[in-house]
C-alpha cells in the first residue's frame, strides 16, 4: 500500500476535475446531488410555490477576486468547509441583526466547518484573506430551486438596512 501523495491542489485543477460553471452570484459550482424523492407543494410552507425536492447539495467554490453577492433564499442553507482558504459568510438577519459565520478549518480562532444561514436571510460571502481559494459545499433543504433565489438590488437594501451600508456597498453588483 502506497502512500497517498499530498498534492497541492489549485483552483484550476478543482474546477477541472469537477466541471465547475459559473455560478450567477459569483464563483463556480456544481451540483451534486438532488434527493429522489419530492415534497408536494401542498405540505411545504406557503413561501415555496411548488414541489421541491427534499434536499440539494453542491460544491461551490470562489476564487481571491471574486465574491457571492447578497441573495435570499426560501430554505435553510448549511455550509460545508472543505479545502483552501477560509470563507466569512455575510449574514443580514430578517430582524436587521448582521453576522459574520466563519468558515473554515482554524476553530481555535472562531471558525467552523459547518455553519446555517436561515431561510429568509441576507447573506454573501468572500474569502477570509486576500489569497488563495475556497471550496465549500452548501446542502438546502427544502432544495434550493431557482426560483426561491432573489438577487439582491443594492438601493433597496440599503433603504432597509443603512447599518450595513458597507457590506452592501461591497457585495452587491445590481444597482
Known sequence: ?????H?????K???EKYHLQPHPEGGYFLQTY???EIIPAGALPVRFKGDRFFSTAIYFLLEKDQFSA????KSDEVWH???GTPLHIYVIHTDGRGEILKLGQNILEGYSFQHVVPAGAWFASGLAFDSGFSLVGCTVSPGFDFADFELASRESLIKEFPQH???INNFCRHP
Open 81 to 83: 468547509f472543505y479545502y
Open 13 to 15: 485543477t478543482i474546477i
Open 7 to 11: 498534492h497541492h491542489l489549485d483552483s
Open 70 to 73: 447578497f441573495h435570499r433564499i
Open 1 to 5: 500500500m502506497t502512500q497517498e501523495s
Open 165 to 167: 451600508l458597507t457590506w
Open 34 to 36: 438532488q434527493s429522489e
